[in-house]
């Protein structure tokens, strides 16, 4: 189930910040309705931070490739696609902002440097094809 959406700050998404980039939710916008609807948490990216849109932009096109591969023949067997990829890709896809590290292997650093921080440990799962 999806639990928060992160999203630019532009208009086709979000009327809570006006030009002088003041902060104004109004929950009127068609996006919040729908997330408000649905009970999912909708996040904006920091204004002034585009690289931050990039790296999201550079995600939902790896999201957008794994749908286009194939067809669905019902909600649960996309559900479970993009759950698939999501373990995939916090499992075992390095990622150049952590240093071409899979998200996993980060936080088992993190774990190694500051246990105190993590309340569960940290499991990396076999490959998909080990």
């Known amino acids: 189930m999806i639990q928060t959406v992160l999203t630019h700050n532009g ?3 979000t009327d809570r910040f006006t030009r002088a980039g003041e902060h104004k939710p109004s929950v009127r916008h068609s996006f919040d309705q729908e997330y408000q609807a649905h009970g999912i948490k909708h996040r904006l990216i920091k204004p002034g931070r585009p690289q931050t849109n990039g790296i ?3 995600f939902n ?5 794994v749908l286009a591969t194939r067809r669905y023949v019902s909600g649960e067997d ?13 499992h075992h896809i390095p ?8 998200p996993i292997a ?7 440097k500051c246990p105190e921080l993590f309340t569960k440990l940290v499991v990396n799962h076999t490959g998909p094809d080990t």
């Open 11 to 13: 208009k086709s998404f």
């Open 56 to 58: 999201m932009e550079c």
């Open 61 to 65: 096109g790896r999201i957008s490739d």
């Open 78 to 90: 996309l559900e479970l696609t993009l759950k698939r990829y999501c373990w995939l890709y916090i």
């Open 95 to 102: 990622q150049v902002e952590l240093p071409h590290q899979s």
């Open 106 to 112: 980060e936080m088992k650093e993190w774990e190694a």
